[in-house]
């Protein structure tokens, strides 16, 4: 036996002790967080950007209930940083795992924001201030924000960060508004990126997705042709805290659509760009920004181009019923290819039913664009040594049985990462892959609580 | 043909093309050029009529004869349904079954083809070679000059031009010090009679160009139609498939010399041009790069893209020489005025037939002003020949 083996306590005891790294804030890390903290156990939350929330915090409503998105998360995002268990590094990252379920040694990048967290109140002073405009990535160009900014007002913590690419102190050495301006000292240019190292039993992966860029697949227009949107870029222009107010507004001039064409399964299910998978939301989303957009006004005119309705969850498909009687949605079964009109950048939509080709002008377009691994996944798989399936998707140990694991014991995934999800499935999947990290705290090692399975097994067969 | 043959036959095509994999999205409609011009033309549908095992309606129906097989769907389709293949392998079941298209010009391309089968048979087709030009009948470098000695003669009216493109490809290999392999003995490609079904014909003409393509010695073969170059690189294969003599597009060839430092581009060429993919040459090959990387090197000269280029290059409107109608005027005129739109003064192409088409839609009474097509359609290698 050796002398790391340890020593007989209750199994709270060893949750007191239990230590686990969350690699994602989003809302797969944010659950998982939660209840390994609330359990009793240490967590410490990565976090790539300067906020935790994730995509749920982009979103304008949630299917199926249409609850205001961030307004659920938010108290989350409140909690998880309150949390007395919980140890939220933002602006972080994961560069290096070594050791062992239960004694993995971590080291994490702190990117630095160049504020002092602990002084900055995000009064937000220093960001009136700030001269720099840069096109907010928050709201994809749709939007400006400073050199000098909060991602977006719900953020947490609601601490600012400097852009140190586009800051011209730092990149040049001029202004230094932000430091005249803060009254607490917060601002400090000299501030450099370290390296922490944490010792934790189990790590969990939620680090999420990224939207696929549909400016390849030239046959939809985007970035073309100004009314084009993606998904995601319409939540915002939708969403009250958005960039346009809420207004629904054209790129091209202002003026609000009244009749809007939403394009299904752009770059999913479809081989030939890579992504035969079904993104398993867009169904959805399409048909709740439908809805939205009818809400925002009567005279709305709402079309869902689809190659097949996929409305498979709980009371999901009777959503799609309700789309279509209360608010007039009319669901096409054609993929379609856009052009334009050039006298007044009207979108036309081209599609095929039942053998006839059809042609219609839209004032906008909403291209359901597709969800696909974060371009960090690679790296990350590498760090964490666990595999990916060919689409770069973290892989399950057994997507039936143990969805959560991974073939490295210790090691468990939640969320977008690990396969195409939606929110309460992401948030499952959190609670689950906790409750598998749990397992390790308590038996501290895998190996420990297989072994054990083992013996009980052997007894068993011997009996 | 018997019922059960042509369902056997359809079967295995669904296989061999992927179409069993077909969801029906309709996206091969919404692409579609014919579609476009006439709306009851529906990719999707032939499809769907096949995957429900209605084999004699779709061999035996218009709609396969009509598709141009310029393979804008396949490129696009998110199941990678190999759509032409599709239509061809249709038009063999439905050629067996005593279904033939309607070639235009009377099918003389066609019966001139036929006549070319014959083994023993005496061309006079080198009359277009001008003095000083220097070829021979055994060489490292063999120059696949394709129909248009013929499509000269025939299509003279249409296009006084249709020689120059391969008058340029025997100078500028001359320049590089090259002679090229240029003889009596080259038959039609069998591009057009492959694309219509008639393999039978096909097989034979390929079967005699290797025959005469070995006997030369030849290294290299070098190709300027983009129909030629297709067959020579995809569909030879499948009658020989020990024919493994390279086959290069006359682009790809040039754009090596010039790297290589031979091929010297020093006279001014002070105009603005714009290029016409061939569906052949961009979609079924993918050569769309080494075309526009030569234009670039040309001193003086601008390079105007048309809206649609590249490999989503629209589509000439004719295919085989099967398919000259109102729609195919329609596609063409459609090419022109994107191509007039560029404010460019010539729209360069490899295909001698696309520019005879494209000439042959500009001199009918046209519903709009002549103006908003008048753009002169000149070979592409014209161009580099003026540049050395």
Known sequence: MSTEEVKPKGPGAAVAEGRVLVIGGGVAGIQASLDLADAGAQVYLVEKSPSIGGWMAFLDKTFPTNDCSICILAPKMADCFGHPNINVLTSSKVIGVKGEAGKFTVTILRKSRFIDEEKCTGCLECVEKCPTKVPNEFEFGLGIRKAIYIPFMQAVPRVVSIDREHCIKL?????????????????????????????????????????????????????????VYTAIEFERIINASGPTGGHIQRRSDGQRPRKIAYIQCVGSR????????????????????????????????????????????????????????????????????????????NPIVVYDVAGKSEREEFDMVVLANTLIPRASSQELAQ????????????????????????????????????????????????S???????????????????????????????? | MAADEAKQKLDGLIKKTGAFDCVECGKCTSLCPITKEDPNFAPRLIVVKALEGMAEQVAGARDIWVCLTCARCSAKCPYKVNYTEFIRGMRET???????????????????????????????????????????????????????????????????????????????????????????????????????????????????????IKSTGAKTVLATCPECFRALTKDYQKVDPDFDIEVLHISEFLCDQLEDGKLKLTKEVPETVTYHDGCRLARHIGVVDEPRMLLEKVPGLK?????????????????????????????????????????????????????????CARTGNLPFPKEEVDIDVVDFLTVLDRAI
């Open chain 1, 270 to 345: 479809n081989p030939a760009v890579g992504h035969p998978y079904c993104c398993s939301v867009c169904c959805m989303h399409s048909t709740k920004e439908a809805m939205l957009a009818r809400e925002h006004h009567d005279d709305m005119e709402s079309t869902i181009f689809y190659k097949d309705m996929r409305t498979f969850g709980k009371g999901f498909n009777e959503y799609m019923e309700r789309a279509k009687r209360d608010y007039g949605v009319r669901y096409v079964n054609s993929d379609a290819t856009v052009e334009e009109n050039k006298d007044n950048h």
């Open chain 2, 303 to 359: 390079m105007a893209e048309m809206e649609s280029a590249g490999d989503e290059s629209a589509c000439c409107g004719v295919s085989a020489l099967m398919n000259c109608d109102n729609t195919s005027k329609s596609i063409q005129l459609r090419r022109l005025k994107e191509a007039k739109a560029t404010g460019a003064s010539r729209m360069l192409a490899f295909c001698p037939k696309c520019r005879i088409h494209f000439k």
């Open chain 1, 432 to 463: 689950a892959a906790a409750s598998r990290a749990m397992d390790i705290i308590t038996h501290h090692s895998a190996k420990g609580a297989h072994a054990a399975k083992e013996t009980h097994a052997t007894k068993e067969a011997s009996a």
């Open chain 1, 171 to 227: 990149t040049k050495d001029k202004c230094g508004v932000c430091e005249k301006t803060c009254k607490r000292g917060a601002v400090d240019y000299e501030m450099k990126d370290q390296e922490a190292e944490i010792k934790v039993q189990a790590i969990i992966v939620a680090i999420g997705f990224e939207p696929w860029d549909p400016t390849t697949s030239r046959e939809y227009g985007y970035g073309r042709y100004p009314n």
């Open chain 1, 383 to 430: 760090v964490l040594g666990i595999p990916l399936t060919e689409f770069s998707f973290f892989k399950s140990k057994d997507r039936i049985l143990h969805p959560t694991d991974t073939s490295r014991d210790g090691i468990f995934l939640a969320g977008y990462c690990a396969g195409p999800a939606d929110i309460p499935e992401c948030v499952a999947q959190g």
């Open chain 2, 94 to 212: 439905a050629r067996k079954g005593g279904v033939a298209p309607a070639c235009s010009e009377g099918g003389l391309m066609n019966s001139l083809a036929g006549l070319m089968t014959k083994p023993d048979l005496g061309q006079n087709r080198l009359g277009w070679l001008e003095e000083g030009m220097k070829v021979a009948e055994k060489g490292q470098y063999l120059l696949f000059t394709g129909c248009t000695p013929y499509l000269n003669v025939i299509f003279g009216e249409k296009d006084d031009r249709v020689l120059e493109g391969t008058k340029a490809a025997v100078r500028i290999l001359n320049k590089l010090g090259i002679t090229p392999v240029v003889s009596a003995d080259e038959r039609c490609c069998g591009h057009d009679q492959y694309w219509a079904g008639d393999r039978e014909t096909f097989e034979k003409l390929a079967r005699l160009n290797i025959e005469w």
